[in-house]
């Protein structure tokens, strides 16, 4: 099962408001990423866990929050964002970093900021 | 970050007809992905391949890592209309941290 699922599918918030997206995998992969995408453009990464640490932010603004509870869920908390920051929010996994290791998207998250 | 070189941007081809769209770097990697995206979808994985040279089919996909490590092909035979979407290729180095670099993606169209 190379499955990894995201909710919600569909999120409108407004500047003010905190929301937080989920994303989670069950196919004992360690490690895990945030990417931000723009109509009809590649994925740009924002941040990537491996064995629930943080490795890499991409200098992502900290009104983008990352947390990845266990092994298997990783969320991104927001607060306070801009209209510039609605996008689709992809998560994906994959078992490591070497090669052979595949990464594997999610659905995504359409985000609108209002 | 760094992107890949990807043509052609668009494609629109009759159902019936092969595509073939490429993928170039100045970097050497050490594994292509490609991956075909729909509307309102994440990427899904086609290919990947691992070794300079290597040729691997999935159905009417075929891709090649080039020789160089530099270069990717992607060829779909037969289109059909649910072919339609955008097709990435991504490329890996083994030192950086699963990090992902992407082309700017293929537009494909398929009329009936």
Not at chain 2, 26 to 37: D, G
Request: glycine share 8%; charged share 15%; hydrophobic share 30%.
């Amino acid at each position: 099962d190379t499955e990894v699922t995201q909710t919600p599918k569909h999120l409108v918030m407004g500047m003010t408001n905190k929301k937080s997206l989920k994303c989670e995998q069950h196919m004992g992969h360690r490690a895990m990423y945030w990417y931000k995408q723009k109509a009809k453009k590649p994925p740009e990464l924002m941040f990537v866990y491996s064995y629930e640490k943080l490795s890499i932010n991409e200098s992502v603004p900290s009104r983008f929050s990352p947390e990845c509870p266990n092994s298997s869920l990783l969320n991104l908390h927001l607060h306070a964002l801009q209209p510039e920051d609605s996008a689709l929010y992809l998560c994906a996994s994959s078992q490591g970093f070497r090669s052979y290791n595949e990464q594997f998207f999610g659905p995504g998250t359409r985000l609108t900021v209002l | 970050g760094q992107q890949l070189n990807q043509s052609p941007q668009s494609m629109f081809i009759q159902e019936g007809e092969d595509v073939s769209m490429n993928c170039t770097s100045s970097s050497i990697f050490n594994t292509w992905l490609w991956y075909k995206q729909d509307p309102g979808e994440g990427p899904v994985l086609l290919i990947a391949l691992y070794k300079a040279g290597e040729l691997t089919s999935n159905g009417r996909l075929t891709a090649q890592f080039g020789i160089t490590r530099k270069d990717s092909f992607l060829n779909i035979s037969a289109s059909i209309p649910s072919d339609v979407g955008i097709y990435f290729c991504a490329g890996q180095r083994g030192s950086t941290l699963g990090r992902l670099y992407f082309g700017r993606g293929t537009q494909l169209t398929v009329w009936p």
